[in-house]
């Protein structure tokens, strides 16, 4: 059964940093590009931060880039999302989200290249 657990969500000043990790269970994560999406409230989904399955390269939205850092450890089998720099408006529940596909590696900030997702970790960005 997949299965992705988030955590390491939490409150933090502006300029702060958090690490949120995402532990898979039921699945070899060596297979799936993963992804990290983020939601606030009254805005739509929106993909932040990927990890192609095909050949680890990483991609980022203008928003984030350069302040938050994807990796992978597959032995672990877990996911990270290391935020720096971190703003108000990057508050928002963040969702680790995986999928073995083409599409995912093709589409890799898209939400529907993804089957299989988190329950979300929220993150705070306030003074």
């Known amino acids: 059964q997949v299965q992705l657990v988030e955590s390491g969500g939490g409150s933090v000043q502006p300029g702060g940093s958090l690490r949120l990790s995402c532990a898979a269970s039921?699945?070899?994560?060596?297979?799936?590009?993963i992804a990290w999406f983020r939601q606030a409230p009254g805005k739509e989904r929106e993909g932040v931060a990927c990890?192609?399955?095909?050949?680890?390269?990483?991609y980022y939205s203008d928003s984030v880039k350069g302040r938050f850092t994807i990796s992978r450890d597959d032995t672990q089998n877990t996911v990270y999302l290391q935020l720096n720099s971190l703003a108000p408006e990057d508050t928002a529940v963040y969702y680790c989200?995986?999928?073995?596909?083409?599409?995912?590696?093709?589409?890799?900030?898209?939400?529907?290249?993804?089957?299989?997702w988190g329950q979300g970790t929220q993150v705070t960005v306030s003074s």
């Open positions: 989200a995986v999928d073995p596909s083409v599409m995912a590696s093709m589409y890799p900030l898209e939400e529907s290249s993804y089957n299989y």
């Open positions: 990890i192609s399955r095909h050949d680890r390269r990483t």
């Open positions: 039921g699945f070899s994560l060596d297979d799936y590009t």
